[in-house]
T-cell receptor, first 112, second 110 residues
Framework: DAGVTQSPTHLIKTRGQHVTLRCSPI?????VSWYQQVLGQGPQFIFQ???????GRGNFPDRFSARQFPNYSSELNVNALLLGDSALYLC???????????FGDGTRLSIL | GQNIDQPTEMTATEGAIVQINCTYQ??????LFWYQQHAGEAPTFLSY????GLEEKGRFSSFLSRSKGYSYLLLKELQMKDSASYLC???????????FGGGTRLMVKP
């Protein structure tokens, strides 16, 4: 079975632009979470979606938004990009919100 | 709020045993996870502790004491490929969000 898949793998943007990152969960997993990981630090929680509803939101500005589709895939949108948004963005899926999460390979976002 | 502490770096010798500690303060504790992350790769799930005690899985074991807000990951018979960052993460029922520590970078030397 395929694991969590994320696209694109790498992305380069400039300040002020917006970006959409995509995630397909493991088949059968209904919960998707998004994390931001800056080099040398642990992942920081951004959003969790379960059954297409937002179940949790981390301490990120309103420039960050997400949604989950009927097939349980998810998108993370970031507007008005800042240099500090440069990071690895990880998507994780799980059977339910409190079950072990399995991570995709991430999207490495670079802001110039 | 939530706070998770773990050592930044550790060094151990191939074939030895190493214990990586994690302490946490959190409200609504719902479980603790350990993940392994090799440089440039995604975290991979190692263990999940909900109740107090030791969970053993091959060369890796994880322990939890909820009353002390303490966990450790024990790696036995260390191999060079175990060189990686080890992330402690707590799940709490406030939105079921997962809060990670900063990670412990383990270097295994010959």
């Amino acid at each position: 079975d395929a694991g969590v898949t994320q696209s694109p793998t790498h992305l380069i943007k400039t300040r002020g632009q917006h970006v959409t990152l995509r995630c397909s969960p493991i088949s059968g997993h209904k919960s998707v979470s998004w994390y931001q990981q800056v080099l040398g630090q642990g992942p920081q929680f951004i959003f969790q979606y379960y059954e297409k509803e937002e179940r949790g939101r981390g301490n990120f500005p309103d420039r960050f938004s997400a949604r989950q589709f009927p097939n349980y895939s998810s998108e993370l949108n970031v507007n008005a990009l800042l240099l500090g948004d440069s990071a690895l963005y990880l998507c994780a899926s799980s059977l339910a919100a409190d079950q072990p999460q399995h991570f995709g390979d991430g999207t490495r976002l670079s802001i110039l | 709020g939530q706070n998770i502490d773990q050592p930044t770096e550790m060094t151990a010798t191939e074939g030895a045993i190493v214990q990586i500690n994690c302490t946490y303060q959190t409200s609504g504790f719902n479980g603790l996870f350990w993940y392994q992350q090799h440089a440039g790769e995604a975290p991979t799930f190692l263990s999940y502790n909900v109740l107090d005690g030791l969970e053993e899985k091959g060369r890796f074991s994880s322990f939890l004491s909820r009353s002390k807000g303490y966990s450790y990951l024990l790696l036995k018979e260390l191999q060079m490929k175990d060189s990686a960052s080890y992330l402690c993460a707590v799940i709490h029922n406030a939105g079921n969000m997962l809060t990670f520590g900063g990670g412990t970078r383990l270097m295994v030397k010959p």
